[in-house]
Protein backbone atom coordinates (compact mmCIF):
# COMPACT_ATOMS: atom_id res chain seq x y z
CA UNK A 1 0.00 0.00 0.00
CA UNK A 2 2.67 2.45 0.65
CA UNK A 3 4.73 1.66 -1.94
CA UNK A 4 1.77 1.97 -4.45
CA UNK A 5 1.58 5.67 -2.66
CA UNK A 6 4.89 6.34 -3.08
CA UNK A 7 5.14 5.81 -6.72
CA UNK A 8 1.73 7.82 -7.50
CA UNK A 9 3.43 10.73 -5.13
CA UNK A 10 6.57 10.36 -6.55
CA UNK A 11 5.15 11.18 -10.11
CA UNK A 12 3.50 14.30 -9.34
CA UNK A 13 5.35 16.53 -6.77
CA UNK A 14 3.61 18.63 -4.46
CA UNK A 15 4.36 21.41 -2.09
CA UNK A 16 4.34 20.82 1.50
CA UNK A 17 4.13 24.51 3.96
CA UNK A 18 4.97 23.19 7.59
CA UNK A 19 3.93 25.57 10.77
CA UNK A 20 5.32 24.56 14.01
CA UNK A 21 3.71 25.48 17.34
CA UNK A 22 4.71 25.01 20.81
CA UNK A 23 7.89 23.43 22.18
CA UNK A 24 11.36 22.78 20.64
CA UNK A 25 10.31 19.00 20.15
CA UNK A 26 7.62 20.12 17.78
CA UNK A 27 10.20 22.25 15.68
CA UNK A 28 12.22 18.96 15.70
CA UNK A 29 9.09 16.87 15.10
CA UNK A 30 8.47 19.01 12.00
CA UNK A 31 11.70 18.42 10.42
CA UNK A 32 11.04 14.79 10.55
CA UNK A 33 7.73 15.14 8.79
CA UNK A 34 9.57 17.20 6.05
CA UNK A 35 12.00 14.11 5.59
CA UNK A 36 9.24 11.46 5.43
CA UNK A 37 6.94 13.83 3.23
CA UNK A 38 9.73 14.13 0.93
CA UNK A 39 10.47 10.81 0.72
CA UNK A 40 7.21 10.49 -0.77
CA UNK A 41 7.41 13.68 -3.82
CA UNK A 42 6.71 16.60 -1.22
CA UNK A 43 9.15 19.23 -1.27
CA UNK A 44 8.71 22.21 1.95
CA UNK A 45 7.31 25.16 0.59
CA UNK A 46 8.33 29.06 2.53
CA UNK A 47 5.02 29.86 1.99
CA UNK A 48 1.26 29.06 2.81
CA UNK A 49 -0.07 30.61 -0.48
CA UNK A 50 1.88 28.09 -2.39
CA UNK A 51 1.01 24.67 -0.77
CA UNK A 52 -0.86 22.16 -2.17
CA UNK A 53 -0.66 20.32 1.99
CA UNK A 54 -0.65 22.37 4.76
CA UNK A 55 0.33 20.60 8.30
CA UNK A 56 0.06 22.42 11.86
CA UNK A 57 2.15 21.01 14.02
CA UNK A 58 0.22 21.76 17.04
CA UNK A 59 0.66 22.31 20.78
CA UNK A 60 -1.84 21.54 23.86
CA UNK A 61 0.00 22.28 26.47
CA UNK A 62 -2.07 25.18 27.89
CA UNK A 63 -5.64 26.36 26.56
CA UNK A 64 -4.51 29.82 24.99
CA UNK A 65 -1.67 27.39 22.51
CA UNK A 66 -4.83 25.24 21.17
CA UNK A 67 -7.21 28.81 21.09
CA UNK A 68 -4.03 30.33 18.71
CA UNK A 69 -4.60 27.22 16.50
CA UNK A 70 -8.15 27.76 15.83
CA UNK A 71 -7.79 31.17 14.64
CA UNK A 72 -5.10 30.15 12.76
CA UNK A 73 -7.63 27.58 11.19
CA UNK A 74 -10.19 30.50 10.97
CA UNK A 75 -7.78 32.11 8.98
CA UNK A 76 -7.15 29.20 6.36
CA UNK A 77 -10.59 29.10 5.41
CA UNK A 78 -9.63 31.68 2.99
CA UNK A 79 -7.04 29.00 1.17
CA UNK A 80 -9.17 26.62 0.93
CA UNK A 81 -11.79 28.74 -0.66
CA UNK A 82 -9.04 30.10 -3.39
CA UNK A 83 -7.60 26.28 -3.87
CA UNK A 84 -10.40 23.66 -3.16
CA UNK A 85 -7.53 21.14 -3.45
CA UNK A 86 -5.91 22.31 -0.03
CA UNK A 87 -5.35 19.83 1.92
CA UNK A 88 -5.40 20.72 5.54
CA UNK A 89 -3.59 18.76 8.49
CA UNK A 90 -3.84 18.99 12.07
CA UNK A 91 -0.82 16.95 13.86
CA UNK A 92 1.07 17.09 17.12
CA UNK A 93 0.09 17.04 20.68
CA UNK A 94 -3.72 19.15 20.05
CA UNK A 95 -5.03 16.44 17.32
CA UNK A 96 -3.64 13.42 19.94
CA UNK A 97 -5.69 15.28 22.88
CA UNK A 98 -8.93 15.79 20.63
CA UNK A 99 -8.93 12.77 17.90
CA UNK A 100 -12.31 12.65 15.74
CA UNK A 101 -13.77 15.88 17.85
CA UNK A 102 -11.59 18.03 16.14
CA UNK A 103 -12.81 16.49 12.31
CA UNK A 104 -16.15 17.00 13.86
CA UNK A 105 -15.44 20.64 15.14
CA UNK A 106 -12.86 21.72 12.14
CA UNK A 107 -14.54 21.20 9.25
CA UNK A 108 -11.82 22.57 6.99
CA UNK A 109 -9.15 19.80 8.45
CA UNK A 110 -8.84 17.29 6.10
CA UNK A 111 -6.05 15.37 8.29
CA UNK A 112 -5.53 14.58 11.65
CA UNK A 113 -2.26 13.00 13.32
CA UNK A 114 -0.56 12.36 16.57
CA UNK A 115 2.92 12.59 17.37
CA UNK A 116 3.52 8.99 16.73
CA UNK A 117 1.67 8.22 13.19
CA UNK A 118 4.00 10.49 11.27
CA UNK A 119 5.35 7.94 9.01
CA UNK A 120 1.66 7.23 7.82
CA UNK A 121 1.18 11.02 6.94
CA UNK A 122 2.18 10.22 3.22
CA UNK A 123 -1.06 7.33 3.10
CA UNK A 124 -3.46 9.38 5.08
CA UNK A 125 -3.02 12.15 2.43
CA UNK A 126 -3.42 9.97 0.02
CA UNK A 127 -6.83 9.00 1.84
CA UNK A 128 -7.78 12.21 1.42
CA UNK A 129 -6.75 12.12 -2.41
CA UNK A 130 -9.36 9.35 -2.94
CA UNK A 131 -12.01 11.98 -1.36
CA UNK A 132 -12.18 11.35 2.67
CA UNK A 133 -11.35 12.55 6.00
CA UNK A 134 -8.39 10.86 7.01
CA UNK A 135 -6.77 10.15 10.89
CA UNK A 136 -4.00 8.25 12.58
CA UNK A 137 -3.61 8.85 16.95
CA UNK A 138 -2.19 5.62 17.68
CA UNK A 139 0.87 6.09 19.96
CA UNK A 140 3.36 3.55 20.13
CA UNK A 141 5.89 2.19 22.96
CA UNK A 142 8.63 1.96 20.43
CA UNK A 143 8.77 4.82 17.76
CA UNK A 144 11.72 6.99 17.68
CA UNK A 145 12.19 7.61 14.10
CA UNK A 146 15.51 7.27 14.53
CA UNK A 147 16.47 6.33 11.16
CA UNK A 148 14.67 9.30 9.39
CA UNK A 149 17.15 12.08 8.49
CA UNK A 150 15.42 15.41 9.43
CA UNK A 151 15.11 18.11 6.78
CA UNK A 152 16.26 21.27 8.58
CA UNK A 153 13.47 24.19 8.20
CA UNK A 154 14.16 27.52 8.67
CA UNK A 155 17.72 26.75 9.68
CA UNK A 156 20.45 29.23 10.37
CA UNK A 157 22.95 26.56 9.72
CA UNK A 158 24.33 26.77 13.05
CA UNK A 159 22.21 25.03 15.91
CA UNK A 160 20.22 21.79 14.89
CA UNK A 161 17.91 20.36 17.18
CA UNK A 162 18.29 16.17 17.90
CA UNK A 163 15.52 14.28 19.51
CA UNK A 164 16.75 11.55 22.27
CA UNK A 165 14.03 10.70 23.59
CA UNK A 166 10.18 10.69 23.01
CA UNK A 167 6.99 10.77 25.30
CA UNK A 168 7.20 10.79 29.36
CA UNK A 169 6.45 8.85 31.83
CA UNK A 170 6.51 11.43 35.01
CA UNK A 171 2.77 12.21 35.34
CA UNK A 172 3.26 15.76 36.74
CA UNK A 173 -0.46 16.41 37.80
CA UNK A 174 -1.07 19.39 35.31
CA UNK A 175 0.57 18.29 32.67
CA UNK A 176 -1.31 16.65 29.47
CA UNK A 177 2.00 15.10 27.71
CA UNK A 178 2.17 11.75 28.59
CA UNK A 179 -1.33 11.65 27.44
CA UNK A 180 -0.62 13.44 23.54
CA UNK A 181 3.13 12.40 23.26
CA UNK A 182 3.00 8.49 25.13
CA UNK A 183 5.37 6.58 27.03
CA UNK A 184 8.92 7.37 27.26
CA UNK A 185 11.21 5.79 25.20
CA UNK A 186 14.76 6.13 23.97
CA UNK A 187 16.24 6.26 21.01
CA UNK A 188 19.39 4.39 19.67
CA UNK A 189 22.62 6.23 20.60
CA UNK A 190 24.37 5.33 17.35
CA UNK A 191 21.73 6.79 15.23
CA UNK A 192 22.24 9.98 17.92
CA UNK A 193 25.67 10.22 16.96
CA UNK A 194 25.59 9.77 13.46
CA UNK A 195 23.01 12.35 13.07
CA UNK A 196 25.53 14.80 15.05
CA UNK A 197 28.39 13.83 12.94
CA UNK A 198 26.25 14.48 9.91
CA UNK A 199 25.34 17.75 11.01
CA UNK A 200 28.65 18.70 11.91
CA UNK A 201 29.99 17.37 8.09
CA UNK A 202 27.39 20.23 7.31
CA UNK A 203 29.32 22.91 9.02
CA UNK A 204 26.88 23.14 12.09
CA UNK A 205 28.01 24.19 15.25
CA UNK A 206 26.08 23.62 17.68
CA UNK A 207 23.43 20.68 18.71
CA UNK A 208 21.07 20.41 21.24
CA UNK A 209 19.91 17.29 21.98
CA UNK A 210 15.96 16.88 23.02
CA UNK A 211 13.87 14.87 25.10
CA UNK A 212 11.05 15.47 27.97
CA UNK A 213 13.49 14.10 30.87
CA UNK A 214 16.59 13.96 29.28
CA UNK A 215 17.97 12.37 32.90
CA UNK A 216 15.64 9.31 31.99
CA UNK A 217 17.32 8.34 28.75
CA UNK A 218 18.25 4.68 28.90
CA UNK A 219 19.31 2.94 26.13
CA UNK A 220 19.81 -1.27 26.29
CA UNK A 221 19.36 -2.38 22.61
CA UNK A 222 15.76 -0.97 21.92
CA UNK A 223 11.74 -1.86 22.48
CA UNK A 224 9.83 -0.41 25.46
CA UNK A 225 11.25 1.54 28.45
CA UNK A 226 12.21 -0.65 31.46
CA UNK A 227 14.18 1.12 34.83
CA UNK A 228 17.64 0.26 35.19
CA UNK A 229 17.24 -2.13 37.73
CA UNK A 230 15.05 -5.05 35.49
CA UNK A 231 17.20 -5.48 32.95
CA UNK A 232 19.08 -8.68 32.44
CA UNK A 233 22.67 -8.41 33.68
CA UNK A 234 23.54 -8.58 29.80
CA UNK A 235 21.78 -5.62 29.08
CA UNK A 236 22.76 -3.57 31.88
CA UNK A 237 26.38 -4.17 30.68
CA UNK A 238 25.81 -2.85 27.31
CA UNK A 239 23.00 0.04 28.82
CA UNK A 240 23.78 3.69 27.73
CA UNK A 241 22.24 6.54 30.58
CA UNK A 242 22.54 10.00 29.75
CA UNK A 243 25.71 11.00 31.51
CA UNK A 244 26.96 7.98 29.18
CA UNK A 245 25.39 9.51 25.64
CA UNK A 246 26.57 13.41 26.66
CA UNK A 247 29.99 11.79 26.94
CA UNK A 248 29.86 9.52 23.85
CA UNK A 249 28.89 12.33 21.91
CA UNK A 250 31.04 14.88 23.15
CA UNK A 251 34.01 12.81 22.24
CA UNK A 252 32.03 11.91 18.83
CA UNK A 253 32.15 16.00 17.59
CA UNK A 254 34.94 17.37 18.89
CA UNK A 255 34.69 21.63 17.85
CA UNK A 256 30.65 21.43 18.30
CA UNK A 257 29.21 22.96 21.40
CA UNK A 258 26.33 20.82 22.96
CA UNK A 259 23.35 21.04 24.83
CA UNK A 260 20.51 19.66 26.09
CA UNK A 261 17.11 20.07 27.34
CA UNK A 262 15.19 19.46 29.30
CA UNK A 263 16.64 18.22 32.86
CA UNK A 264 14.16 17.04 36.08
CA UNK A 265 15.20 17.82 39.04
CA UNK A 266 14.64 14.77 40.80
CA UNK A 267 16.46 12.77 38.30
CA UNK A 268 19.49 15.17 37.33
CA UNK A 269 22.81 12.79 38.70
CA UNK A 270 25.98 14.06 39.93
CA UNK A 271 27.26 11.35 36.97
CA UNK A 272 25.82 14.38 34.06
CA UNK A 273 27.02 17.39 35.90
CA UNK A 274 30.70 15.67 36.56
CA UNK A 275 30.36 14.68 32.34
CA UNK A 276 29.81 18.85 31.80
CA UNK A 277 32.68 19.45 34.22
CA UNK A 278 35.14 17.02 31.75
CA UNK A 279 33.85 18.12 28.09
CA UNK A 280 34.63 21.63 27.51
CA UNK A 281 32.02 20.91 24.53
CA UNK A 282 29.32 20.59 26.55
CA UNK A 283 28.01 24.57 27.67
CA UNK A 284 27.72 24.80 31.53
CA UNK A 285 23.79 25.45 31.13
CA UNK A 286 20.76 23.21 32.71
CA UNK A 287 17.18 24.25 31.80
CA UNK A 288 16.23 22.86 35.38
CA UNK A 289 11.77 23.65 35.70
CA UNK A 290 10.96 23.70 39.30
CA UNK A 291 6.99 24.65 38.53
CA UNK A 292 6.98 26.23 42.34
CA UNK A 293 8.86 26.95 45.45
CA UNK A 294 6.58 25.40 47.83
CA UNK A 295 6.46 21.82 48.92
CA UNK A 296 2.88 21.08 49.34
CA UNK A 297 2.56 22.81 45.93
CA UNK A 298 4.91 20.49 44.18
CA UNK A 299 3.71 16.81 45.82
CA UNK A 300 -0.02 17.98 44.39
CA UNK A 301 1.70 18.84 41.39
CA UNK A 302 3.31 15.64 42.11
CA UNK A 303 6.73 16.31 40.76
CA UNK A 304 8.23 13.91 43.32
CA UNK A 305 10.76 16.51 44.95
CA UNK A 306 10.75 19.23 47.80
CA UNK A 307 11.67 22.90 48.01
CA UNK A 308 14.85 21.69 50.02
CA UNK A 309 15.27 18.95 47.29
CA UNK A 310 15.62 21.40 44.71
CA UNK A 311 18.01 23.38 46.72
CA UNK A 312 20.21 20.96 46.77
CA UNK A 313 20.65 20.35 43.53
CA UNK A 314 21.37 22.95 42.98
CA UNK A 315 23.98 23.57 45.35
CA UNK A 316 25.43 20.04 43.96
CA UNK A 317 25.65 21.79 40.45
CA UNK A 318 27.07 25.22 41.40
CA UNK A 319 29.62 22.90 43.77
CA UNK A 320 30.64 21.04 40.20
CA UNK A 321 30.22 24.04 37.88
CA UNK A 322 30.37 27.28 39.61
CA UNK A 323 29.54 28.98 36.72
CA UNK A 324 26.66 27.00 35.02
CA UNK A 325 23.81 29.10 33.83
CA UNK A 326 20.40 27.67 35.35
CA UNK A 327 16.84 28.39 33.39
CA UNK A 328 13.88 27.37 35.12
CA UNK A 329 9.94 26.98 34.30
CA UNK A 330 7.02 28.29 36.73
CA UNK A 331 3.62 28.00 36.76
CA UNK A 332 2.00 30.68 38.30
CA UNK A 333 -1.56 29.99 40.45
CA UNK A 334 -1.34 26.06 40.34
CA UNK A 335 -4.89 24.35 41.77
CA UNK A 336 -5.63 25.30 45.74
CA UNK A 337 -2.28 27.53 46.05
CA UNK A 338 -2.16 30.07 48.45
CA UNK A 339 -0.80 33.68 48.72
CA UNK A 340 2.06 32.41 51.13
CA UNK A 341 2.54 29.01 49.04
CA UNK A 342 3.20 32.01 46.54
CA UNK A 343 5.51 33.46 48.36
CA UNK A 344 7.48 30.79 48.58
CA UNK A 345 7.62 30.99 44.72
CA UNK A 346 9.32 34.46 45.25
CA UNK A 347 11.88 33.58 47.95
CA UNK A 348 13.10 30.66 45.77
CA UNK A 349 13.74 32.34 42.90
CA UNK A 350 15.60 34.87 44.55
CA UNK A 351 17.41 32.07 46.41
CA UNK A 352 17.86 30.26 43.13
CA UNK A 353 18.95 33.28 40.91
CA UNK A 354 18.22 31.78 37.63
CA UNK A 355 19.11 33.38 34.23
CA UNK A 356 16.10 33.22 33.26
CA UNK A 357 12.46 31.37 33.59
CA UNK A 358 9.74 30.54 31.18
CA UNK A 359 6.65 32.20 33.05
CA UNK A 360 3.34 30.61 33.32
CA UNK A 361 -0.24 30.98 34.16
CA UNK A 362 -1.74 27.57 35.86
CA UNK A 363 -4.16 26.29 32.67
CA UNK A 364 -6.42 23.31 33.46
CA UNK A 365 -6.01 20.63 30.86
CA UNK A 366 -8.96 18.28 30.81
CA UNK A 367 -8.24 14.83 31.19
CA UNK A 368 -4.84 15.63 33.39
CA UNK A 369 -4.74 14.14 36.95
CA UNK A 370 -4.93 17.85 38.50
CA UNK A 371 -8.59 18.25 36.64
CA UNK A 372 -10.25 15.46 38.04
CA UNK A 373 -8.73 15.42 41.50
CA UNK A 374 -7.73 19.46 42.22
CA UNK A 375 -10.30 21.29 40.10
CA UNK A 376 -8.65 24.68 39.06
CA UNK A 377 -9.90 27.29 42.54
CA UNK A 378 -7.91 30.50 41.87
CA UNK A 379 -9.71 33.10 40.09
CA UNK A 380 -7.83 34.53 36.79
CA UNK A 381 -7.33 37.80 38.02
CA UNK A 382 -5.32 36.16 40.55
CA UNK A 383 -3.48 33.91 38.88
CA UNK A 384 -2.37 37.24 36.21
CA UNK A 385 -1.29 38.86 39.73
CA UNK A 386 0.74 36.48 40.89
CA UNK A 387 2.44 35.73 37.10
CA UNK A 388 3.13 39.43 37.19
CA UNK A 389 4.75 39.45 40.51
CA UNK A 390 6.98 36.24 39.24
CA UNK A 391 7.65 38.40 35.60
CA UNK A 392 8.84 41.57 37.71
CA UNK A 393 11.01 39.83 40.12
CA UNK A 394 12.66 37.24 37.43
CA UNK A 395 13.14 40.77 35.16
CA UNK A 396 15.27 42.50 38.09
CA UNK A 397 17.82 39.11 38.69
CA UNK A 398 17.90 38.86 35.15
CA UNK A 399 18.63 42.39 34.70
CA UNK A 400 21.63 42.28 38.06
CA UNK A 401 22.60 39.20 36.86
CA UNK A 402 23.15 40.60 33.32
CA UNK A 403 24.95 44.22 34.24
CA UNK A 404 27.07 42.09 36.70
CA UNK A 405 28.94 40.72 33.17
CA UNK A 406 29.70 44.06 32.64
CA UNK A 407 33.79 44.35 32.00
CA UNK A 408 33.49 40.29 31.36
CA UNK A 409 34.11 38.55 28.79
CA UNK A 410 32.08 35.64 26.93
CA UNK A 411 32.83 33.38 24.19
CA UNK A 412 29.46 33.61 21.74
CA UNK A 413 28.70 31.27 18.96
CA UNK A 414 27.39 33.39 16.38
CA UNK A 415 24.30 32.59 14.77
CA UNK A 416 21.87 35.24 12.64
CA UNK A 417 22.42 39.10 12.49
CA UNK A 418 20.44 40.65 15.47
CA UNK A 419 16.38 41.66 15.60
CA UNK A 420 17.33 45.30 15.80
CA UNK A 421 20.37 45.71 13.21
CA UNK A 422 21.89 44.19 10.30
CA UNK A 423 25.12 45.69 11.56
CA UNK A 424 25.06 43.76 14.81
CA UNK A 425 25.45 39.87 15.06
CA UNK A 426 23.77 37.99 17.07
CA UNK A 427 24.61 34.75 18.93
CA UNK A 428 24.89 33.34 22.91
CA UNK A 429 27.22 32.39 25.53
CA UNK A 430 27.51 29.18 26.75
CA UNK A 431 25.20 30.24 29.92
CA UNK A 432 22.71 30.87 26.92
CA UNK A 433 22.60 34.27 27.34
CA UNK A 434 21.64 36.43 24.40
CA UNK A 435 24.72 38.88 23.20
CA UNK A 436 24.97 41.28 20.39
CA UNK A 437 27.87 42.75 19.12
CA UNK A 438 28.91 45.14 16.04
CA UNK A 439 29.57 42.51 12.73
CA UNK A 440 33.60 43.38 11.74
CA UNK A 441 34.62 40.95 9.56
CA UNK A 442 33.20 38.20 11.53
CA UNK A 443 31.27 35.37 10.36
CA UNK A 444 28.34 33.32 10.86
CA UNK A 445 29.20 30.00 13.30
CA UNK A 446 32.78 31.59 14.30
CA UNK A 447 32.94 31.34 17.88
CA UNK A 448 34.33 34.92 19.18
CA UNK A 449 35.23 36.50 22.07
CA UNK A 450 33.01 39.44 23.10
CA UNK A 451 33.76 42.21 25.71
CA UNK A 452 30.88 43.12 27.50
CA UNK A 453 29.81 46.83 27.84
CA UNK A 454 26.10 47.26 28.09
CA UNK A 455 23.03 45.24 29.07
CA UNK A 456 19.60 44.81 29.26
CA UNK A 457 17.06 42.73 30.83
CA UNK A 458 17.06 40.32 28.30
CA UNK A 459 20.67 40.68 26.18
CA UNK A 460 24.42 41.30 26.86
CA UNK A 461 25.69 43.75 24.50
CA UNK A 462 29.40 44.69 23.80
CA UNK A 463 32.03 44.24 21.29
CA UNK A 464 34.38 41.56 20.02
CA UNK A 465 37.93 41.39 20.77
CA UNK A 466 39.06 38.29 19.00
CA UNK A 467 38.40 34.60 17.65
CA UNK A 468 37.97 31.97 20.61
CA UNK A 469 37.93 28.30 20.81
CA UNK A 470 35.41 26.07 22.72
N1 LIG B 1 -0.51 25.12 32.73
C1 LIG B 1 0.52 25.99 32.73
N2 LIG B 1 1.78 25.64 32.42
C2 LIG B 1 2.02 24.35 32.13
N3 LIG B 1 3.16 23.70 31.79
C3 LIG B 1 2.87 22.41 31.56
N4 LIG B 1 1.56 22.20 31.74
C4 LIG B 1 1.01 23.39 32.11
C5 LIG B 1 -0.30 23.81 32.44
N5 LIG B 1 -1.32 22.95 32.46
C6 LIG B 1 4.48 24.35 31.74
C7 LIG B 1 5.45 23.73 32.73
C8 LIG B 1 6.38 22.96 31.84
C9 LIG B 1 6.37 23.80 30.59
C10 LIG B 1 6.85 23.12 29.36
O1 LIG B 1 5.03 24.20 30.45
O2 LIG B 1 6.13 24.77 33.39
O3 LIG B 1 7.67 22.80 32.38
FE1 LIG C 1 4.92 17.32 31.51
FE2 LIG C 1 6.21 16.77 33.82
FE3 LIG C 1 6.69 15.27 31.59
FE4 LIG C 1 7.56 17.82 31.69
S1 LIG C 1 8.24 16.12 33.05
S2 LIG C 1 6.48 16.81 29.96
S3 LIG C 1 5.95 18.82 32.87
S4 LIG C 1 4.74 15.38 32.73
Given amino acids: MLESVKQSIKTNTRKLYIESYGCAMNFSDSEIIASIMGEHGFETAQDAAEADVIFLNTCA ?38 KEKLLEEEQLVDVVAGPDSYRDLPALVAEVDDGGRAMNVLLSREETYGDVNPVRLNSNGVNAFISIMRGCDNMCSFCVVPFTRGRERSRDPESIVKEAQNLQYQGYKEIILLGQNVDSYLWFGGGPKKEFKRLSVEEQDRSIDFADLLKLTALSVPGMRIR ?191 LIEKSTTTTLIGKAIGYASL
Fill in 260 to 450: YSTSHPRDISEKVVLMMAQYKNICNYIHLPVQSGNSRVLEAMNRNYTREYYMDKLRMIRRILPDCGISCDIIAGFSTETETEHQDTLSLMEWSQFEFCYMYKYSERPGTPAAKKLPDTIQESVKGRRLQEIIDLQNQISRNKHSAMIGKTAIVLIESKSKKSDADWMGRNEQNNVTVFPCGDYKKGDFVEV
Fill in 61 to 98: IRDNAEQRIRERLKHLRGNKKRNKHLIIGVLGCMAERL
